[in-house]
T-cell receptor
Framework: EPEVTQTPSHQVTQMGQEVILRCVPI?????FYWYRQILGQKVEFLVS????????KSEIFDDQFSVERPDGSNFTLKIRSTKLEDSAMYFC??????????????FGPGTRLTVL | AQSVTQLDSQVPVFEEAPVELRCNYS??????LFWYVQYPNQGLQLLLK??????LVESINGFEAEFNKSQTSFHLRKPSVHISDTAEYFC???????????FGPGTSLSVIP
């Protein structure tokens, strides 16, 4: 069964450093998403991406964040200068574009980011 | 805009007892409804979903949820819980097939032996 994969599973970084979280969505999907979950809290939407551009972003997704689809398979989330409060689990998701039917959104296993 | 409320942040229940986790949503348009489960230190798993049709939906491990449009609710129930059901449960909504998923704050279910 196809699945969304994310690397690394756990990333530890120093405050102020740049991090790139990587995701490989399901191959024929065209909608991509990032969410985050601060420890003990709910899952929050960050950004959605379609047709090589951001289709929607939340207020959390400020200038420190960026997304990119550098090739036909990867979807990345970059945090330019990490802060302590960026420590969270980051989930990638993707969904297809079959018209006339519901398109399931599949979630990856997550990357746990720890900022020291 | 849509929002999801889960009134119970923690629900302790004895093994083999029934449980209900409450979920209410707010939306000016029709939405799809979901329950996700997150086991300790793991990712999100889709437990069940309501897209259309029968208002009662079931999962393969004995959970069921009922969509009630008039009460804007989608409560999750299980007649007899197991220790392995201990997890965080998130109710969620989605406006369209391409839209983001909006999650509730979660309910921590603890099953007591």
């Amino acid at each position: 069964e196809p699945e969304v994969t994310q690397t690394p599973s756990h990333q530890v970084t120093q405050m102020g450093q740049e991090v790139i979280l990587r995701c490989v969505p399901i191959s024929n999907h065209l909608y991509f998403y990032w969410y985050r979950q601060i420890l003990g809290q709910k899952v929050e939407f960050l950004v959605s991406f379609y047709n090589n551009e951001i289709s929607e972003k939340s207020e959390i997704f400020d200038d420190q964040f960026s997304v990119e689809r550098p090739d036909g398979s990867n979807f990345t989330l970059k945090i330019r200068s990490t802060k302590l409060e960026d420590s969270a689990m980051y989930f990638c998701a993707s969904s297809g574009v079959t018209s006339g039917s519901y398109n399931e959104q599949f979630f990856g296993p997550g990357t746990r980011l720890t900022v020291l | 805009a849509q929002s999801v409320t889960q009134l119970d942040s923690q629900v302790p229940v004895f093994e083999e007892a029934p449980v209900e986790l409450r979920c209410n949503y707010s939306s000016s348009v029709s939405v799809y409804l979901f329950w996700y489960v997150q086991y300790p230190n793991q990712g999100l798993q889709l437990l069940l979903k309501y897209l259309s049709g029968s208002t009662l939906v079931e999962s393969i491990n004995g959970f069921e949820a009922e969509f009630n449009k008039s009460q804007t609710s989608f409560h999750l129930r299980k007649p007899s819980v197991h220790i392995s059901d201990t997890a965080e449960y998130f109710c969620a909504v989605r406006k369209t097939s391409y839209d983001k998923v909006i999650f509730g704050p979660g309910t921590s279910l603890s099953v007591i032996p």
